[in-house]
């Protein structure tokens, strides 16, 4: 059935998201008096090759982070060029707002202005047709796709980087209980492994406040530590390393010196070179139920990619985030030289509904994984979850079993699969 409704009213104010510092909330209304919301997130580890976050760098006002600019550009220059449109013509919406940005990377009026539009149109359309987002999602973008499946979760359950106060260099350990049949029993593990863990690093005095996902963040001697503790955690609740695998985001860019061209990890006091660096993660490899390693290099070191791609691309999910960040002319290059085998997908990345579905679009037919991400900065919207869902993603990444903004998404899925 074709459905018809009209944009009528776009308003957007500044919120807080999970670090304290603002975002924005967006609303649409429809002529049907349907009404979509969207919350924009925020990284603290970003790619350089991302769509702008336009902030307001007025320094007495939340130490510049303010979005008003973001705000006035989403309440005037946008609503002006979005009100009046279909919203079940995305494609048509989103190309309107990069029109009126006129910028590769959205600088002019924001990619947080611009991502809160379009996500918020997307609900209201489902709103107006009567039907859950990842069904009007999987109508617009997928159709031909069969079923639906439910993603496994990603949990980062040791948070380091800048994604908490610690010594670690790499910035997420992470737990995948794959080997379990439905979404539920999945999260289920994964919690439960996350609470022995817990149990685990108070008994050896370490320290159990969490990092900006959710995550245990104590300070610790070597990067393998965490790997020994992970697999302890695993076994202590009761489960076998061949169900539950371990995740790295290395986010390696954020500790690659280009003057030396070494990765300076500070935690193992090592200095190490792109060959350096796989052979390390061989080694992990063969010690440990390592599964995946995200951004494993730095993002533009394509050469050095390929290389990790040919020795361990056929046993491990080896993910671009930073590398691709969701942009499709980045994972084509990506495709083109046999880089990597996987891609992480966020929509502030590149900005709009429809390029993220390009992105995926795109990596499903070269056959590369998708997983569906959070940012460090998150709000309680859930709008991933039902687009994980849509899309057939293998995995989603939301954080650790902790905090109502990482929770609310995984909360989400358990309402589809029991709907569904």
């Not at 500070?266 to 390592?290: G, N, V």
């Not at 037919?365 to 569906?372: D, E, Q, T």
Request: some cysteine.
């Amino acid at each position: 059935m074709i459905m018809v409704d009209r944009i009528v009213a776009v308003h957007a104010h500044e919120i807080l998201d999970s670090r304290g510092n603002p975002t924005l909330s967006t609303t649409v209304i429809l002529k049907s008096g349907a009404r979509g919301v969207a919350a924009v997130p925020s990284g603290a580890s970003t790619g350089s090759h991302e769509a702008h976050e336009l902030r307001d760098g007025d320094q007495k006002r939340y130490r510049g982070l303010g979005v008003l600019k973001a705000v006035k550009n989403t309440n005037s220059s946008l609503a002006l060029v979005t009100i009046g449109l279909d919203p079940f013509k995305q494609r048509e919406l989103d190309d309107q707002l990069r029109i009126a940005d006129g910028t590769p990377h959205k600088s002019k009026l924001g990619a947080n202005a611009i991502l809160g539009i379009s996500l918020a149109a997307a609900v209201a359309a489902a709103k107006s047709a009567g039907i859950p987002l990842y069904r009007h999602l999987r109508q617009i973008f997928a159709p031909t796709l069969r079923g639906y499946k439910l993603p496994t979760p990603l949990l980062n359950v040791f948070n380091g980087g800048r994604h908490a106060d610690t010594n670690l260099d790499i910035q997420e350990f992470l737990v995948i209980p794959h080997n379990f049949s439905t979404f539920a029993k999945r999260l289920q593990v994964g919690t439960e492994i996350y609470h022995t863990l817990g149990e685990i690093l108070h008994a050896d005095g370490l320290d159990t406040d969490v990092g900006n996902e959710g995550g245990y963040a104590p300070r610790i001697g070597a990067s393998e530590k965490v790997l020994e503790y992970l697999v302890k955690a695993i076994k202590k609740s009761g489960y076998s390393p061949k169900s539950v695998g371990i995740g790295l985001d290395v986010a390696a860019s954020e500790f690659y010196d280009e003057r030396q061209e070494k990765y300076l990890m500070t935690t193992d006091r090592r200095r190490y070179t792109a060959p350096q660096m796989i052979e390390l993660f061989i080694s992990w490899q063969k010690k440990y139920p390592l599964i995946s390693i995200e951004d494993g290099l730095s993002e533009d070191a394509w050469s050095d990619w390929q290389s990790l791609t040919r020795r361990l691309g056929g046993d491990l999910m080896l993910v671009g985030d930073d590398l691709f960040v969701t942009q499709a002319d980045r994972l084509q290059r990506g495709i083109e030289l046999g880089v990597g085998n996987a891609v992480l997908i966020k929509p502030n990345q590149v900005g709009t509904l429809s390029e993220t579905m390009d992105t995926i679009l795109m990596a499903q037919a070269n056959r590369y994984k998708v997983i569906i991400s959070h940012r460090s900065g998150e709000t309680t919207d859930t709008f991933i979850a039902d687009l994980a869902v849509a899309i057939n993603a293998q995995y989603i990444k939301s954080g650790a079993p902790a905090r109502s903004e990482r929770l609310c998404k995984y909360n989400r899925l358990l309402e589809i699969e029991e709907e569904l």
